[in-house]
């Protein structure tokens, strides 16, 4: 049995929700540095419409899917290997990896608390939550560095990085503008993460873990969200690598309608 829920443990659910293959993994962790090469090389050649769509699909992949995947490492990678993707693939992003860790981790564990700083915008108006993405990043970088006590050295380099890496685009512009005009995509692209990752899932006013995120259904939200509805599903069993969300969720549903928990649709 799932400890604070009801639901079924996640032996119970099926060992090969943890089971992610080589080829699936191998795969997401490429991607990340793929679309990078592809937006300097499609930028290069006056390709604009094929290059700005590199970082709008980079930032989802990222936050959402394989950065995520390591801050949890549910790929099962050894710590050698996934500190250095986690690192690599959030500066890609012009952001921390681990300083995105220790918030995100923080947020699970204390989510709808006032200390929760990466879900602030869980209580705010949409107006709000658009607003505080502006901000964010640093904010979050700021809190890590204050509150996290073994993985400072990693969120301190990252910061550092994070500047150069801006001062180096910056320094780039009498030559190309290239590496500006990625980096202020980037940057961006990261302000839409309250509204998407906190605002639209989450109910902080809910009595329970169950009712505290909303459970998300149906064909034309899927589609919306490419597959990635599953954050009630994801709270409740952060052990579950991205992949296999849907796979969790159709699994979940009978114990959902068991519990009343109603799902949310856009048409069907």
Known sequence: MHPTSGLPSLDALGGDLLLLPV???????????????????????GLWIAALACPVILSFITYGSVSHDLVHRTL?????????????????????????????????????????????????????????????????????????????????????????????????????PIPAIYAALMIAGSWIFPLI??????????ESELTRTRLFRGIVLSVIAADHLYHLEHHLYPQVPHHFWPRLARRLDPHFARLGIEPVKLFF
């Open 23 to 45: 080829w699936r993994r191998t795969i997401s962790l490429a991607m990340p540095f793929a679309l990078t090469a592809a937006f300097f090389v499609l930028a290069s050649r």
């Open 76 to 176: 099962r990678l050894p710590r050698w290997l996934n500190e250095p993707l986690l690192s690599a693939i959030e500066l890609i992003g012009l952001r921390s990896g681990h300083a995105y860790r220790f918030t995100h981790l923080h947020h699970h564990a204390r989510f709808p608390a006032d200390d929760d700083i990466e879900a602030r915008s869980a209580h705010m108006s949409l107006m709000g939550a658009l607003l505080d993405g502006i901000t964010l990043q640093p904010r979050l970088w700021i809190f890590a560095m204050r509150s996290a006590k073994h993985e400072r050295g990693w969120i301190a380099g990252e910061g550092i990085a994070v500047i150069a890496l801006l001062a180096g685009a910056a320094a780039a512009i009498p030559r190309t």
């Open 197 to 206: 990752t906190v605002f639209i899932p989450h109910l902080p006013l809910g």
